[in-house]
C-alpha cells in the first residue's frame, strides 16, 4: 500500500474529537515505512488542522468532502465550488422546508442563527448521545463555533451574489428524516449537485467533482500512485466514494451497515483505535 485516505469524524477522531495515541503512533510508523498519508473530511480546512496539530500531526488534507486539497505545506492544491445559482437552489428548498442549514465558504462558515444552530445541534446530540448529560450536550454543541469559524448572516442571496465568495459546501440539519428526505428528493436529480450524508441527521451538498473518491485519486495521481495501491477508511455516506475506488477499502467498526457492506474490511470503533487496527492489519499482511 502507498497511500492511506482517513476520514476525521467517527474514524480517526474519538468521541471526544482527538487522534488517540494509538491512532498517531499507527500512522506515524505507516509514514516511516513510505506510506504517504492523507486525511479526507467533510470538516473545513482550519477546522481540520485543530486535532492534527493537537497530535503534532502535519498531513495532506481533503477537506470539505473533496471541496478543497491542500498539501501538508497548506497549499492549495485544487478546489470544486458550487455554481451560485445552484446555492440559491438548494437554500430555497431548505427553507421551504424549515431545515436548518450552514454555508462553508472560502472565508468562513455562515449561519443564519447561533441560537438556532445550537438548539439543532442539541437536539441532535441528545438523541445520537442519550447518555450526556444536558450540560455536556450543550459544551459540545457551542464548541462547534469554536471548531469551525461561524459567523452569523441573515441574508444569504446576497453572500452568494458576492464575487469575493466561493461555496463548497451547504450542510442541512434535521432530526425528522422524512423532511431531509423530501428535501433530497428535490435535488437529487440536479446534475450540479452532489448529495452525501455524513450521519444519520444531515445531508451535505457538494459540487459533483467535490467528492472524497474523486480527490483522493486525484491526489494519488499527482504522486504516481494508483488507486489499487490506495487504502481509504471511513463510517459514513461522504466516504464512500473514496472506499468504493479504493483498492482496499475499509469501515468502522461504527460504521453505517451500508458503508460497512461496500468495505474489503471492517476495522475495530473509533472508539477502539480503530484506525490503528487497520493500519496494523494492513501492515502485517504486506510484511508476511
Known sequence: ????????????????????????????????????????????????????????????IICLNGGKIYNERAQLLNSAPLDKATCKKIKQICTAQHVYFEVFTNKATFSESREKFIQVMVDIMASAFPQLTREEVE????NRFQDEEVEIIDNFDQLFDREDIDVYKILAFSLDDEVLEQVEQNLKDDASIAITSSGFSNLEFNHP???KGIAVKEFAAQLGIEMK???????????ASMIEMAGYGVAMGNAAEAIKDMADFTTKTNHE??????????LSKELS
Open 209 to 211: 467533482k467535490a467528492q
Open 229 to 239: 495501491d490506495v487504502m481509504a477508511i471511513g463510517d459514513n455516506f461522504n466516504d
Open 1 to 60: 500500500m502507498k497511500l492511506i485516505a482517513t476520514d476525521l469524524d467517527g474514524t480517526l477522531l474519538s468521541k471526544n474529537h482527538e487522534i488517540s495515541d494509538a491512532n498517531k503512533e499507527a500512522l506515524k510508523l505507516a509514514s516511516e515505512q513510505g506510506v504517504e498519508i492523507i486525511v479526507a473530511t467533510g470538516r473545513s480546512y482550519s477546522a481540520a488542522k485543530i486535532p492534527l496539530d493537537k497530535a503534532g500531526l502535519n498531513f495532506p
Open 273 to 282: 483505535d480503530g484506525v490503528a487496527h487497520a493500519i496494523q492489519t494492513l
Open 139 to 142: 459544551a459540545q454543541a457551542k
